[in-house]
């Protein structure tokens, strides 16, 4: 048996912990459903994605018992963007890139980024929700100055209901 807490959540909250209810026991395994597994009591987790998991422990005693118990999470998925207002691609491993960070991704139905040197032409465009701009422009054809640029995104959302 365990808990966890909080039992109801959004993906803004997504940190978890679990609490091992068992009696006796010295030894934990805890699967989360996402992939991912830990050996402790009392593990903390925090889910990257929105969506219904199952939770796992399995328990065993110093004699060799063993328990097994299961039980659901919810974590709702909830569509937002957010935009960097900056990046500086010089290989110092700080803000190497510019990408658009979504959450509620399982909503979009297409994505489109874009962007824009200052006389309104594309010098960037991607329809993956994963491909940042480095400072490329045209597909590394050469890299961009130091300067302003616009850009653009545009997201269709999946019809719902």
């Known amino acids: 048996m365990f808990t966890l807490s ?6 803004y909250e997504p940190q978890i912990m679990f609490y091992d209810g068992s009696f006796g026991a010295n030894q934990w395994f805890w699967t989360f459903g996402d992939g991912t597994a830990s050996y402790d009591q009392y593990p903390i987790h925090v889910y990257e994605e929105g969506g219904y998991y199952t939770i796992g422990l399995l328990v065993t005693s110093g004699a060799g018992c ?3 118990t299961e039980r659901n999470l919810y974590i709702e998925d909830i569509f937002n963007i957010y935009v960097p207002n900056s990046f500086t691609p010089d290989d110092d491993g ?3 890139v510019f990408i658009p960070k979504l959450t509620g991704r399982s909503f979009v139905e297409r994505y489109t980024f874009q962007i824009f040197d200052r006389w309104g032409t594309v010098i960037f465009e991607t329809h993956d929700m994963d491909e940042p701009w480095t400072g490329d422009v045209r597909g590394g054809e050469y ?3 130091d300067e302003a640029y616009n850009w653009q995104v545009r997201i269709q959302l999946k ?3």
Not at 6 to 11: A, C, K, R, S
Request: hydrophobic share 20%; charged share 35%.
């Open 6 to 11: 909080p039992e109801v959540t959004t993906i």
């Open 66 to 68: 063993r328990s097994y």
């Open 94 to 96: 700080i803000n190497e």
């Open 143 to 145: 890299y961009a100055k």
């Open 159 to 161: 019809r719902r209901g």
